[in-house]
T-cell receptor, first 117, second 110 residues
Framework: GAVVSQHPSWVICKSGTSVKIECRSL??????MFWYRQFPKQSLMLMAT?????????EQGVEKDKFLINHASLTLSTLTVTSAHPEDSSFYIC?????????????FGPGTRLTVL | LAKTTQPISMDSYEGQEVNITCSHN???????ITWYQQFPSQGPRFIIQ???TKVTNEVASLFIPADRKSSTLSLPRVSLSDTAVYYC???????????FGTGTRLTVIP
């Protein structure tokens, strides 16, 4: 099946620094990628939809200037958490959309654990 | 967007069949029903997807009644490794606008 990778798998940073998370579709081209955030014991929350070559579409309440998304190629999308603060500590998960012939399917990456000190 | 409702948690003994029901009263004509499994600190993993009636694969079955306002994920003979959170999602084409509800935390007991 389709594989999506994320890098890094975990990161610890100081408050005020910026952190970049990469999401790659390894064996397929993804015109659309999605970014989710998940706090402990909670469900996934969709942050934004990223389309290759265009600006990302952010969900209500998600600050686009704080969570910068770049989808520069059909296999790579990046999420940059700018000026991170402890409240940004969370599990960030990306997914990539692939056409399965009859319907689309989202394939999820393994997630990135961000801890802001 | 169709909202889904699932039980928050379920317990089951090893070897039993587990059925998790999801309600989606506002499902639209073009919506598919997809179930995902998530282990702690991992991304969700696709289990099964269907549109109507019954779908079966090597790990689960999905039962969808004619009115499509609910669906039931059936896991045969669960093992300890099936302890996870199971999410029911409803969306057009299976990939657009996937919004995760609370999910069902399944605990398999030895």
């Amino acid at each position: 099946g389709a594989v999506v990778s994320q890098h890094p798998s975990w990161v610890i940073c100081k408050s005020g620094t910026s952190v970049k998370i990469e999401c790659r579709s390894l064996d397929f081209q993804a015109t659309t990628m999605f970014w989710y955030r998940q706090f402990p014991k909670q469900s996934l929350m969709l942050m934004a939809t990223s389309n290759e070559g265009s600006k990302a579409t952010y969900e209500q309440g998600v600050e686009k200037d704080k969570f910068l998304i770049n989808h520069a190629s059909l296999t790579l999308s990046t999420l940059t958490v700018t000026s991170a603060h402890p409240e940004d500590s969370s599990f960030y998960i990306c997914s990539a959309r692939d056409w399965r012939g009859v319907f689309d399917e989202q394939f999820f990456g393994p997630g990135t654990r961000l801890t802001v000190l | 967007l169709a909202k889904t409702t699932q039980p928050i948690s379920m317990d089951s003994y090893e070897g039993q069949e587990v059925n998790i029901t999801c309600s989606h009263n506002n499902i639209a004509t073009n919506d598919y029903i997809t179930w995902y499994q998530q282990f702690p600190s991992q991304g969700p993993r696709f289990i099964i997807q269907g549109y109507k009636t019954k779908v079966t694969n090597e790990v689960a079955s999905l039962f969808i009644p004619a009115d499509r306002k609910s669906s039931t994920l059936s896991l045969p003979r669960v093992s300890l490794s099936d302890t996870a959170v199971y999410y029911c999602l409803v969306g057009e084409g299976g990939a657009n606008n996937l919004f995760f509800g609370t999910g069902t935390r399944l605990t398999v007991i030895p």
